[in-house]
């Protein structure tokens, strides 16, 4: 399927990204080597960035964290862009030492979601899976590692016990558009949201998605998460759209 015409704001979105990195110096050298292509950063990466960034200038926990996936297996490229456009988790903070990934599927087309992959990290484990109407999703899954897993560098290798599936049949019990299934982690001993966040802004934590029944087929793909942008750089988005935003104000006066 193909992918919508990029909007305006993706052009101010990167812009802003361009004039943040100009004035800090590189973090590639400490980036994992699996980062997604751009291809894969949906408009709400930008917007997710702003949210975080407007939450730590308010001095407030950041709430919901949205996390976007990209394609590791590229079985087919209309596959691929129906996973990236309606695939997503949030994550949040259940107090306790404990945090939630809520994977969500919103969109039109046909696609499920079969099993939930988790790859090191501070977590300690998994404490309850939640399944939302329609869903049945248990602890453990067959297979055990991400399918495509070893096709990036690092390979994604499942954290023992840090995986998910629905139950038989997965077609039918998967999570399909318009429904949601969450995973509660316990924290290891003064784990907070904040180094949980870190993790999947360096890659230390890696979430995987394997999805089946996508589009007219049955094909399936394996997807892994965008990573989450760190505060500082959050904080160097929002205040380089804020200074793109006024300029562009100014010069409509003028």
């Known amino acids: ?13 990167f812009e802003a990204m361009r004039s943040a990195a100009a004035s800090t110096p590189s973090a590639a050298g400490a980036r994992r080597e699996s980062q997604p292509p751009a291809r894969a950063i949906r408009p709400g990466a930008g917007l997710a960035a702003v949210g975080l960034a407007l939450a730590l200038l308010a001095g407030a926990p950041a709430g919901a964290v949205p ?12 596959q691929c862009a129906i996973g990236e456009a309606q ?20 969109g039109a087309q046909d696609i ?7 790859d090191d990290g501070t977590l300690f484990g998994i404490a309850s899976v939640l399944s939302g109407a329609g869903v049945s999703f248990v602890q453990d899954a067959n297979p ?49 949201l904040a180094n949980v966040i870190d993790e999947l802004a360096d890659g230390t934590l890696r979430i995987g998605i394997h999805a089946i029944s996508i589009g007219t087929g049955e094909g399936s793909e394996s997807f892994v998460n965008v990573p989450v942008p760190e505060p500082a750089t959050a904080l160097l988005l929002f205040g380089g759209l804020v200074a793109i935003a006024t300029r562009r104000r100014e010069a409509k006066r003028r």
């Open 1 to 13: 399927m193909a992918k919508p015409a990029t909007r305006p704001f993706e052009a101010v979105r």
């Open 67 to 78: 996390i976007d996936f990209f394609c590791i297996t590229n079985n087919a490229a209309s």
């Open 87 to 106: 695939l997503a988790v949030e994550l949040t903070d259940e107090g306790a030492g404990q945090v939630r990934f809520t994977f969500t599927n919103t």
């Open 112 to 118: 499920t979601i079969s099993e939930v992959y988790f």
């Open 144 to 192: 055990p590692d991400l399918p495509g897993g070893n096709s990036i560098s690092p390979p994604f290798n499942v954290t023992a016990g840090f995986l998910a599936e629905a139950t038989p049949p997965p077609a039918s019990n998967g999570v399909d558009p318009g429904e949601w299934v969450a995973i509660i982690f316990n924290l290891q001993g003064g784990g907070t």
